[in-house]
């Protein structure tokens, strides 16, 4: 994984340089940017989008063809214009209220293209991509793409992968009502983290909602072993599910 990280980030700086060596010394077309901003600083934006969002310049840019050459000023593709209102977003948060806040008065907090992106192109929490693709595409394929998505990125700051987040992928299905896709994530949460209490909660969660009171309990008391500080928590669920 580390050396894949490195393969790409080596790959990235060799690609904006050739791509800097195209950029011109005056710009136009600038609408968010300082018109008289100098080249080096621009460049300096530019490779901070690229290593914010995980991606290239032609995310934003037209990139004629033959011979390759990019066209900076157009805007033709739809990323470019979306980034010009994230900048105008960032800088409000940053100036209109940010700055209001006396601990963050000299500017010791910024929000930037990479507090949210994380290096992915769109700045979506792991169990939101999940969600997501269990409603449109079926829990099978959310199953792959999780692991897709671990295989890719576990030890980076995109996605967290820690058994918590799959818990709030649990919650979110049991809001609504779709308790066997919770009982499956449930199930692939412990298969990640085996031993985890809070993985053996979540599917608890899961058969609780299902109605399922055998399975709910016998993952309550597997959490109770992994979890023992959460003792009292959890033996009141054992025993309202016992009716005691």
Not at 121 to 140: A, C, F, R, W
Not at 164 to 170: G, M
Not at 210 to 220: F, L
Request: glycine share 4%; proline share 2%; with cysteine.
């Amino acid at each position: 994984m580390q050396r894949k990280i490195f393969y790409l980030f080596v790959v990235s700086i060799f690609a904006a340089g050739i791509v800097s060596a195209q950029v011109p010394d005056k710009f136009k077309n600038l609408k968010v940017l300082p018109k008289d901003i100098s080249k080096e600083k621009l460049l300096e934006i530019m490779r901070g989008f690229t290593g914010a969002l995980g991606v290239n310049c032609e995310f934003c840019h037209v990139a004629q063809e033959n011979p390759h050459k990019m066209i900076f000023d157009s805007d033709q593709k739809t990323a470019k214009n979306k980034a010009r209102i994230m900048m105008a977003m960032t800088h409000d948060i940053n100036t209109k209220y940010l700055s209001k806040l006396s601990e963050y008065s000299d500017n010791i907090l910024q929000v930037k293209c990479v507090t949210c992106h994380h290096g992915n192109k769109e700045p979506m929490m792991l169990e939101d991509v999940l969600y997501s693709t269990i409603n449109s595409k079926g829990i099978q394929e959310a199953i792959t793409t999780y692991h897709d998505l671990r295989d890719k990125y576990y030890g980076s700051f995109t996605y967290d992968f820690k058994d918590h987040t799959l818990v709030k992928l649990i919650e979110m299905l049991n809001k609504d009502k779709k308790y066997d896709d919770a009982v499956a994530i449930g199930k692939l949460n412990i298969e990640t983290y085996p031993q985890s209490g809070v993985a053996y909660y979540g599917l608890g969660e899961a058969y609780e909602a299902k109605n399922d009171k055998e399975n709910a309990i016998a993952n309550y008391k597997k959490a109770l072993e992994l979890m023992p500080r959460a003792a009292e928590f959890l033996n009141k669920k054992i025993e309202a599910l016992q009716g005691k």
